[in-house]
């Protein structure tokens, strides 16, 4: 992963793991001099657990994709994390996304023959916090008639489409010359993951897909980091399944028990 600063501050600074602190005092890995930057303003550790930033310093202003942090936040390749007034986009190495082998493009068409298990969550712009569906073809673009239409001045009438194959996710590129971020590579098509984040110009969105594969082969890289994610703009409780079926079967093993226990008081006359 790399740290690329917006305005030029510094050269990109690549983190292969561990843990960096960034501030404006000398010991820290990363030393800011921006306006706003507390001597010990922030840490990120970077694990198989995934990225997560840890304020140090309360009372400096810290904000990922817009939204104030006061703890900690759940990160992913492709936020903007904020230090005062210092920008810093988290990248994924340029390798990390290679040019994909798409699949033939498919005719459009048919109805869905499987229930949608794909969503693109908003972390920033217009459509924040809202959940959209793949289903099987997802059109991104300013036109009215994209699946999900976007007020951005670049991004193209018909830019892209996702598309759901089988236990795969595809972005294509349809009319846009500069292509789309994936986790803060700019890629035209690539095969993309559950937990990728894709930006077209500001509006940015997290792929939602459980039971598919995570980039590297997991299937949730951040299931079990508890990351303050209302800070972080991104919700906990948004897109969470609730079962009931574990109360249910623990009421029918309780009825069972008491059935048993009344037969054997039955039995013995009391």
């Not at 990363?30 to 930057?37: E, N, Q, R």
């Not at 039971?211 to 991104?234: E, M, S």
């Amino acid at each position: 992963m790399r740290l690329s600063f917006a305005s030029g501050e510094r050269a990109d600074f690549s983190m292969d793991g561990g843990v960096v602190n960034l501030g404006s005092a000398g010991g820290n890995g990363v030393v800011l001099a921006g306006k706003d930057v507390a001597p010990w303003h922030a840490r990120l550790a970077l694990d198989a657990r995934g990225i997560v930033l840890e304020v140090m310093d309360p009372t400096a202003r810290t904000h990922v994709n817009g939204r104030p942090v006061r703890e900690k936040a759940l990160l992913r390749c492709g936020d903007t994390v904020c230090l005062g007034s210092t920008v810093i986009v988290l990248r994924a190495e340029p390798d990390a996304i290679g040019a994909a082998t798409l699949p033939p493009v498919r005719a459009a068409a048919a109805a869905p023959t499987q229930p949608a298990r794909v969503v693109l969550r908003g972390v920033s712009g217009r459509h924040f916090g809202k959940a959209i569906a793949v289903n099987q073809r997802l059109v991104v673009g300013t036109g009215a008639g994209c699946d999900l239409v976007l007020d951005e001045s670049r991004v193209a009438s018909r830019h892209a489409v996702v598309e759901l194959e089988g236990d795969r996710l595809w972005l294509r590129n349809l009319d846009s010359g500069d292509g789309t971020l994936v986790n803060g590579i700019r890629v035209h098509n690539a095969a993309i993951h559950a937990g990728d984040q894709l930006a077209f110009e500001h509006s940015h969105f997290v792929v939602e897909a459980p039971g598919l594969p995570a980039r590297g082969g997991a299937t949730d890289p951040f299931g079990d980091v508890d990351a303050a994610a209302g800070d972080a703009g991104t919700p906990a409780a948004d897109g969470e399944v609730v079962s009931a079926h574990g109360g249910i079967w623990w009421l029918i093993g309780a009825a069972a028990l008491i059935a048993v226990l009344l037969v054997l008081l039955i039995h013995r006359g009391i």
